[in-house]
């Protein structure tokens, strides 16, 4: 088994150095997940690793379908030849579900930073996408269930014989466990000083990120509000929000780069 990752040249603050691609050989061929942004340098780098790793190709998978990770799925098709496209949703040759095998992939349905996010274990290695990564944390959009249902995701992780992630932004992380006991604590740390901030009387969007995500730059403030929304939805479903609690306004789209 190979894992090899490509970078595409996409920095910025919501995907840190850009993003991970990987192509993935396996005895019956070649994969990739997550072809990244439709970047005509990186699609190149990407038909090139498939040819240099070798084996017949076959095909694609998405973690989820946020542009810079999708977008250059028809470019790499173009350049490494046709091949079926793996993912929850959209207009995909075979949609995945969790509990589902693929080749040498076992789906992880890990709901929060997107509805339709999954991750793909092949055999000790976690293709985290944006569910975790390599350095910093992700936004949690707010569909319904999405908090409780990523902090779920996270265990039901941490439960696996994992010994690396390849997350979808951000370094390689060399330990699995260390780091989801990390993404979860964090989670509910950052649970329990909003609880806390509600309890001393704040109820405005300004003042629960001001004293919640006070350390997120202003760039990162409207993720910042769209994970707040999560939060007090996950408060909301619990029966544990106070009354008159600003929310709030959630874009029509889970893309972060709206």
């Not at 995907?15 to 072809?35: E, F, K, M, Q």
């Amino acid at each position: 088994m190979q894992i090899r990752g490509v970078l595409a040249p996409n920095p910025g603050p919501f995907t840190l150095d850009g993003t991970n691609s990987y192509v993935v050989r396996d005895a019956d061929g070649v994969w990739v997940v997550d072809p990244g942004p439709g970047i005509a340098s990186h699609l190149d780098a990407l038909a090139a690793a498939i040819a240099a790793i070798g084996g017949p190709w076959r095909g694609v998978l998405l973690t989820h379908d946020h542009g810079d990770h999708a977008e250059g799925v028809p470019g790499l098709l173009d350049r490494a030849g046709a091949a079926p496209v793996h993912a929850a949703r959209g207009a995909v040759d075979v949609v995945l579900a969790d509990g589902d095998t693929l080749g040498p992939f076992s789906v992880v349905a890990t709901p929060g930073h997107a509805p339709d996010h999954l991750a793909f274990v092949v055999g000790e290695e976690l293709l985290s996408g944006d569910s975790v990564l390599g350095r910093g944390s992700v936004f949690v959009w707010p569909t319904p269930g999405a908090l409780s249902g990523y902090l779920a995701a996270l265990q039901r992780l941490r439960e696996l014989p994992l010994r690396r992630i390849h997350p979808g932004h951000g370094p390689l992380v060399a330990d699995a466990h260390a780091k989801l006991d990390e993404y979860r604590a964090h989670r509910l740390t950052r649970e329990a000083a909003l609880i806390s901030a509600l309890a001393n009387g704040h109820r405005t969007i300004d003042a629960l990120l001001d004293d919640v995500w006070s350390e997120v730059p202003a760039v990162l403030r409207p993720a910042a509000a769209v994970t707040l929304a999560a939060h007090l939805d996950k408060l909301d479903e619990e029966r544990r929000l106070p009354a008159g609690v600003e929310r709030p306004a959630v874009p029509e789209t889970d893309s972060p780069e709206v």
